[in-house]
């Protein structure tokens, strides 16, 4: 005979299951993001020294190339952190589906086909 969950069991499990989806891959995400903040951060304080010591007084249209090297960084990382946004979100679905489909299976008695 099949158990029927209580009130606000399957929320519990449903929340349960997006929480620890993404808890497992926060501290990845937050660790890269460090990282790849700090190395734009070097790069600008780098920058930063190069102008105020004149290096750009010979050449001003150099400074481009190094502007340019800052902008293609902040949006790599941008499009990286767009990616890895996209691949823990399909991570939460795939655990909020499991853990739903799990507790309608576990109510009803029979195995559901997985979407």
Known sequence: MATLPKPGEI????????????????????????????????????????????????DPEEIEVFTGILKDLVTNFTNTLRGLTVVLIEKVWNAVVDALWGAIEKAAGI???RP
């Not at 497992?24 to 010591?53: N, S």
């Open 11 to 58: 929320v519990a499990a449903l929340q349960e299951a997006a929480s620890n989806s993404i808890n497992r891959d926060i501290t990845t995400v937050g660790g890269f993001v460090k990282d790849q903040l700090e190395r734009i951060e070097a790069l600008g304080l780098k920058l930063i020294d190069m102008i105020a010591a004149g290096e750009f007084e010979d």
């Open 111 to 113: 195995p559901l086909p």
